[in-house]
């Protein structure tokens, strides 16, 4: 993928903001079928006038499908998408992974998936799930938003209660991004790497992004809300409102996009997994894999943090889930907090 334009940068560091209409999730989920349909098959469907039909249709564009329309034949997508389905999610879970993990609660609109599970009540240790087509106020790290294309992505949020107080979860954005990656391998997806502290990339480009939120009781139980968006299949003009550099599961698996079921519920799976034996473990069990997946280590990095901005060497993550990187010389730990960091030449 090309470095997507800086344009409208000035409205979100991450994505552009949704100010659209609501699309049409019955119309879409007709045409998702695939193949052509015509506009009076799909009014007598969905029980309104073929007008109706044309302006779900111009929703649906406003939201970067792309809708063909051929005169005399009906209206088809330019290429084939999956929606989500709980069930399908779950489908690809074993059962002694499904039960680990209590309700997945898929939706059409939300404003946020990390939002709606934070408002709930607290989670069992065996977690709860949230995840939706479209978030109308997705969140990113450090205050951005967060959109995710429509069928073009995943939005997920995990979340599950911890006793040992918030201190103890140093470390936990690194454990999500090892059970994204443990999922999309399962998936047949290779590739993919992480950047400290919740970026998922691939080549250089992001793939998908990771937001900790923790709720409760900072020195008892608390909750974490584990907030996942991936890039599926992108389509030409959904990337173009993307103003960083990116990639998406279709362009590593070759151009055949893994279905976004299967690859949500090894997440959820995996989720489930890691934040369990981080429960009990905390992230010294996990130094290790991270260690093969440190898209960072050995590479010269710009840390932002505030009004400053300074060159190190990344060396790698200490027990707790700091990046170590080696400053002029003296070796210095660096905490997620505010900080950003990327890697030079990028
Ligand atoms: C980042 O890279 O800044 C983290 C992005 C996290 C986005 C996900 S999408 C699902 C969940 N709901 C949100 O509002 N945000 C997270």
Known sequence: MSRASLKKAAET??????HRAAAAPE?????????????????????VTRAAVWKQVEQLRARGLGVLAEAGRGYRLDAPIELLDAARIAAAMTPRERERIGAIDVRWQIDSTSSELARGADPLPNARACLAEIQTAGRGRRGRRWQTPLAGGIALSFARRFDGGMASLSGLSLVAGIAVLRALADAGVAGAALKWPNDIV?????LGGILVELGG???????AVVGIGLNVRIGAEQGSAID???????????GEAPSRNAVAGRMLARLAEALDAFGASGFAAFEREYAEHDALHGREIAV???SETWTAIADGVTSRGALRVVRGGRAIEVDSGEVSVRATGE
């Open 304 to 306: 932002a943090s505030g």
């Open 217 to 223: 009781d900072a020195l008892g139980p608390c909750r």
């Open 202 to 206: 691939a080549k250089g480009q992001k």
């Open 244 to 254: 960083q550099p990116w990639t998406d599961l279709a362009s590593l698996a070759g």
């Open 27 to 47: 119309l879409l989920a007709l045409l998702a079928r695939g193949g052509e349909v015509s506009g009076a098959e799909l009014a007598a469907t969905l029980g």
């Open 13 to 18: 560091p991450a994505r552009r903001p949704a």
